[in-house]
């Protein structure tokens, strides 16, 4: 059971000392948003090269971004430890996941709501990891969709069935109040966002869901 706060909620004029506020987590989720895949724009690729540097746990980089073939694999090169790319946005997704796992970055693949698992499952072999997204991709804060656990289910269903290690991550109004569900459909890894960053002590946050998603 991983936790991976999302420095999307952070103070993004103070990014390194919101990094060692969350020391005790797994991983530091980035959202990348191009402005095009989703309505939001946030960062790119040289603020995760500068987190990089100062950053004391790996960098779980979450792009939104068109075009991922032609960018994810610079993110993987930056020294980030995990890159998710959206499907939906993959022009070769096989030949992508395959660009960062030698880049040296666990590959994974993320999901939107309305976009179903089982076309992609044939994929599972390539992939690291699965990303289940629980809200509409582009803000943070918005209410966790619990319509999307049977997916969830679904897909630690077929990584059962095909074997090997592939985590299963959950991303969108994870909190204190929606992690137990996430846990018991099969999610092993959590991004969580405003419920660390909104906490006044986001170390014991991060502890609190950690400790949720394991009982
Ligand atoms: C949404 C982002 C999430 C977001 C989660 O597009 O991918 O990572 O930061 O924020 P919360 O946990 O507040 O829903
Ligand atoms: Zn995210």
Redesign the pocket.
């Given at each position: 059971m991983q936790i991976s706060p999302?420095i999307?909620?952070a103070d993004f004029a103070n990014l390194e000392r919101e990094l060692d506020r969350i020391g005790n987590a797994d991983w530091a989720?980035v959202?990348v948003?191009d402005a095009h895949f989703?309505p939001n724009l946030t960062l790119g690729l040289p603020v995760v090269e500068a987190l990089q540097k100062v950053s004391p746990i790996p960098l779980d980089c979450?792009l939104?971004i068109e075009d991922p073939d032609r960018w994810a694999p610079s993110y993987a090169e930056a020294g980030a430890g995990s890159v998710t790319f959206h499907v939906e946005a993959a022009q070769d997704p096989v030949r992508l996941a395959r660009a960062l796992r030698s880049a040296g970055a666990r590959a994974a693949m993320a999901l939107k709501p309305g976009t179903p698992f089982a076309p992609y499952e044939d994929l599972l072999p390539e992939l690291d990891m699965v990303l289940v997204?629980t809200?509409?991709?582009?803000?943070?804060?918005?209410s966790?969709m619990a319509d999307q656990m049977p997916k969830v289910t679904q897909v630690r269903e077929a990584v059962r069935r095909h074997g090997g290690e592939v985590w299963i991550q959950v991303?969108?109004?994870?909190?204190a109040s929606t992690i137990e569900q996430c846990a018991e459909a099969g999610a092993d890894v959590f991004?969580?966002?405003?419920?660390v960053y909104g906490a006044d002590d986001a170390a014991a946050a991060v502890d609190r869901l950690r400790e949720l998603a394991r009982s």
């Open positions: 999302s999307l909620s989720h959202d948003m989703v979450h939104m997204m809200v509409e991709p582009g803000f943070g804060g918005q966790f991303d969108g109004g994870v909190s991004v969580a966002g405003s419920a």
